[in-house]
């Protein structure tokens, strides 16, 4: 039952086959006989989850329900729930209970999905291997000596070995696509601005996006129906009508353009994972897609750029935490410079004081012109790439990361080596566009990704193009050993 997807579980759900109350039990079971090895969630709200899933049934049984009602659902915890602590994977953030839900987890909530609990992640998301957790590393379930990615790390291992059957998760240069191809899962990181930000703790504003991380593209237009959506609250929202992702999945792709851009496919790439993508675009070319080569001749750029504007960003989202309001504070401060000082200096980990470094440098006198305002010339350079590509292509396709998953420690001496690991994915974030990470295989008996990347607010669009491949493959289905064993 726990291989099963979201939709199969619904449509359970809704003729009765099982209720949400066993549904839920099954999971809080494999949680518990799971989650130690992975450390995959940090908080497991099971008296919750008891509670939602009993009105679930409520609504089941009264056919008030709709395709997420009943169904066990995780979040990463930098969405704030009421009365559950919301760590965003910190020390800083070790005591915080949230005051009120994210608009994200309130949609949920509304649907009638049940928390399981909240999902581990790098510390304010800033990483890409689950590394800089004060928790402590998730373990990819593929082979638990390597890393999961990040810093959705959390939710990919969980919807990976089956502890949950979907899970949310945020983007901001990579962190739902990369932990998605580094676990064999499908993650989708919408249009900037479709899915509201209220309640989502902050890294870098005008890059962070949340998405859904499950097994298949249905399952993730099943979760991004329900997360999508103006939020009057977000002022970064877009107000315009939500698709019905699901209705266009099963179109036909004949016709369909596909650019390879010549980029992506350069040095540094892993020739088993090019060799992969070709072999998945050769399937898309049976469905009738044709192929073309393009150029994003700025895609060199997209790295050094992001890691100003992403540290700028970071260094102003994350002076609130002072020690003053909320989150940790030091042991008796000498005065309110000491509590500062100490406060942040204690509460914060390695990774996020060098982005607080690196982002308050950028930012300040003589420096921004240099730095900053440099940087966001050049995010106007790669979004002119794509402008370009997509009036010649329909969806560009590629690698979603130059490695498979790495082994712990591998990269975490040198930062610069770890930051290249999003090196196909920052792009888009600095675009605002969408892109799918979607499983097409395996190179040293770990799965390998490839990335959708579609033009503003082709979501559906993305995910009919994902959940046609998937219909004639399974790379998606493949279980983890020692995870999934049917039972
Ligand atoms: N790995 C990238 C970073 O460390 C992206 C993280 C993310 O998308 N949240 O910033």
């Given at each position: 039952?726990?291989n099963k997807?979201i939709?199969?579980?619904?449509?359970?759900?809704q003729q009765r086959?099982?209720s949400?109350l066993?549904?839920?039990?099954?999971?809080?079971?494999?949680?518990d006989e799971?989650?130690?090895k992975?450390?995959?969630?940090?908080?497991?709200?099971?008296?919750?989850?008891?509670?939602q899933?009993?009105?679930?049934?409520?609504?089941?049984?009264?056919g008030?329900?709709?395709?997420?009602t009943?169904?066990?659902?995780?979040?990463?915890?930098?969405?704030?729930t009421?009365?559950?602590?919301?760590?965003?994977?910190?020390k800083?953030?070790?005591?915080?209970?949230?005051p009120?839900n994210?608009?994200?987890?309130?949609?949920?909530n509304?649907a009638?999905?049940?928390?399981?609990?909240?999902?581990n992640?790098?510390?304010?998301a800033?990483?890409?291997?689950?590394?800089?957790?004060?928790?402590?590393?998730?373990?990819n379930p593929w082979?638990?000596?390597?890393?999961p990615?990040?810093?959705?790390?959390?939710?990919?291992?969980?919807?990976?070995?089956?502890?949950?059957?979907?899970?949310?998760?945020?983007?901001t240069?990579?962190?739902?696509?990369?932990?998605?191809?580094?676990?064999?899962?499908?993650g989708?990181?919408?249009?900037y601005?479709l899915?509201?930000?209220?309640?989502?703790?902050?890294?870098?504003?005008s890059l962070?996006?949340?998405?859904?991380m499950?097994?298949?593209?249905?399952?993730?237009a099943?979760?991004?129906?329900?997360?999508a959506?103006?939020?009057?609250?977000d002022?970064?929202?877009?107000n315009?009508?939500?698709?019905?992702?699901?209705?266009t999945?099963?179109?036909?792709?004949?016709g369909l353009?596909?650019?390879?851009?010549k980029?992506?496919?350069?040095?540094?790439?892993?020739p088993?994972?090019?060799?992969l993508?070709?072999?998945a675009?050769?399937?898309?070319v049976?469905?009738?897609?044709?192929?073309?080569?393009?150029?994003?001749?700025?895609?060199?750029?997209?790295?050094?750029a992001y890691y100003?504007?992403?540290?700028?960003?970071?260094s102003?989202n994350?002076?609130?935490?002072d020690?003053?309001r909320y989150?940790y504070?030091?042991?008796?401060?000498?005065d309110?410079?000491?509590?500062?000082?100490?406060?942040?200096?204690?509460g914060?980990g390695?990774?996020?004081?060098?982005?607080?470094l690196?982002g308050t440098?950028?930012l300040?006198a003589?420096?921004y012109?240099?730095?900053?305002?440099?940087?966001q010339?050049?995010?106007?350079l790669?979004s002119?790439?794509?402008?370009r590509?997509?009036q010649?292509?329909?969806?560009?396709?590629?690698?979603t990361?130059?490695?498979?998953?790495f082994r712990f420690?591998?990269?975490?001496?040198?930062p610069?080596?770890m930051?290249?690991?999003?090196?196909?994915t920052?792009?888009?974030?600095?675009?605002?566009l969408?892109?799918?990470?979607i499983?097409?295989?395996f190179?040293?008996?770990?799965?390998?990704?490839m990335?959708?990347?579609?033009?503003?607010?082709?979501?559906?669009?993305l995910?009919?193009?994902?959940?046609?491949?998937?219909q004639?493959t399974?790379w998606?289905?493949?279980?983890?050993?020692?995870?999934?064993?049917?039972?």
């Amino acid at each position: 039952m726990h291989n099963k997807t979201i939709a199969e579980l619904s449509r359970g759900l809704q003729q009765r086959h099982f209720s949400s109350l066993e549904l839920t039990e099954l999971f809080l079971n494999r949680i518990d006989e799971h989650n130690e090895k992975l450390n995959a969630f940090i908080t497991v709200t099971d008296e919750l989850a008891w509670e939602q899933a009993k009105q679930a049934d409520v609504r089941l049984s009264s056919g008030q329900s709709n395709a997420l009602t009943g169904i066990p659902i995780a979040q990463k915890d930098i969405f704030c729930t009421q009365g559950v602590r919301t760590s965003c994977g910190s020390k800083m953030l070790d005591n915080f209970t949230a005051p009120y839900n994210a608009t994200v987890v309130e949609r949920f909530n509304q649907a009638g999905a049940v928390m399981l609990g909240k999902l581990n992640m790098d510390e304010f998301a800033m990483g890409s291997s689950n590394e800089t957790s004060y928790y402590g590393p998730v373990k990819n379930p593929w082979d638990i000596g390597t890393v999961p990615g990040g810093s959705s790390g959390g939710s990919a291992a969980a919807v990976a070995s089956r502890i949950a059957p979907g899970a949310t998760g945020t983007d901001t240069g990579g962190s739902i696509r990369q932990p998605a191809a580094f676990c064999g899962i499908t993650g989708l990181k919408p249009t900037y601005g479709l899915v509201s930000r209220w309640g989502m703790i902050a890294f870098a504003s005008s890059l962070d996006q949340g998405g859904p991380m499950a097994r298949t593209a249905e399952d993730c237009a099943l979760m991004l129906q329900t997360m999508a959506g103006f939020d009057e609250k977000d002022s970064t929202s877009v107000n315009r009508p939500v698709e019905d992702f699901s209705a266009t999945l099963n179109e036909r792709l004949a016709g369909l353009k596909i650019g390879l851009p010549k980029e992506f496919f350069g040095e540094g790439l892993d020739p088993e994972i090019a060799t992969l993508i070709h072999e998945a675009v050769a399937d898309y070319v049976k469905l009738g897609a044709t192929v073309k080569e393009i150029s994003l001749p700025n895609m060199n750029l997209s790295a050094p750029a992001y890691y100003v504007v992403a540290p700028a960003e970071c260094s102003s989202n994350l002076a609130r935490f002072d020690g003053v309001r909320y989150g940790y504070r030091c042991q008796n401060p000498k005065d309110l410079h000491d509590l500062y000082t100490r406060s942040r200096g204690e509460g914060f980990g390695a990774e996020v004081k060098r982005r607080i470094l690196i982002g308050t440098y950028v930012l300040s006198a003589g420096y921004y012109d240099a730095y900053y305002l440099k940087a966001q010339k050049i995010r106007r350079l790669i979004s002119d790439d794509f402008k370009r590509a997509f009036q010649e292509v329909d969806v560009i396709m590629g690698p979603t990361s130059p490695s498979v998953a790495f082994r712990f420690g591998e990269k975490s001496a040198d930062p610069i080596a770890m930051y290249l690991s999003d090196i196909y994915t920052i792009a888009l974030n600095l675009a605002g566009l969408p892109g799918m990470s979607i499983p097409v295989g395996f190179s040293k008996n770990l799965p390998v990704g490839m990335q959708i990347i579609g033009n503003y607010f082709s979501e559906s669009r993305l995910l009919n193009v994902a959940h046609q491949y998937q219909q004639v493959t399974d790379w998606h289905h493949k279980t983890p050993v020692g995870f999934c064993d049917s039972h």
